[in-house]
């Protein structure tokens, strides 16, 4: 499968390709507890767009992943 995400295309590369749908994660930065880093929901929601978008493109979409936006505190 070639690569969505947009953090990981050259320039040729994105100009080349036809996206119908941009996916832009978002994320807060938010102390939980003692036991989790404050990056935790960021990270969780990187990881779950990138399968998403994985997905939807074996399937036939055109998505590109945007960076995610981490949410200051």
Do not use: W
């Amino acid at each position: 499968m070639s690569e969505f995400r947009l953090e990981h295309l050259k320039r040729p590369e994105m100009l080349a390709r036809e996206f119908e749908v941009a996916l832009l994660p978002i994320g807060s930065t938010e102390p939980h507890a003692q036991h989790l880093v404050y990056g935790t929901d960021t990270f969780q929601v990187r990881v779950f767009a990138e399968q998403l978008v994985q997905k939807a493109n074996a399937r036939g979409a055109k998505c590109l992943l945007l960076p995610t936006l981490p949410i200051s505190c």
